[in-house]
């Protein structure tokens, strides 16, 4: 019923740039935060950016300066552009969202995932 989708994926090397897209759709009351995060091979899965239904964002240290946020509520869609990309950016990407149904839950869904290649 909730769906992400995900897309922008792909190889680029290093120094180049990649935007993300994820768009939400179904039966929905309301979108609160909406986020990224990435795991890479042999990793834990960590938040890179996440951004309140307000506009308020906050970045991993890692991609402080270098990645941005942001979110078109007309279509429940979350953004993430990336720029000067690192070998170490490598990873798959994840877009979350914490969403409120028309019977008040609020739950947490989860995209399928997107890779990122950083590599020469």
């Known amino acids: 019923q909730v769906q992400l989708v995900e897309s922008g994926g792909g190889l680029v090397q290093p120094g180049g740039s990649l935007r993300l897209s994820c768009a939400v759709s179904g039966s929905i009351f309301s979108i609160n935060a909406m986020g990224w995060y990435r795991q890479a091979p042999g990793k834990q899965r960590e938040l890179v950016a996440a951004i309140t239904s307000g506009g308020r964002s906050n970045y991993a240290d890692s991609v402080k300066g270098r990645f941005t946020i942001s979110r078109d509520n007309a279509k429940n869609t979350v953004y993430l552009q990336m720029n000067s990309l690192k070998p170490e950016d490598t990873a798959v990407y994840y877009c979350?969202?914490?969403?409120?149904?028309?019977?008040?839950?609020?739950?947490?869904?989860w995209g399928k995932g997107t890779l990122v290649t950083v590599s020469s």
């Open positions: 979350n969202t914490k969403i409120t149904s028309w019977s008040r839950l609020i739950r947490d869904y």
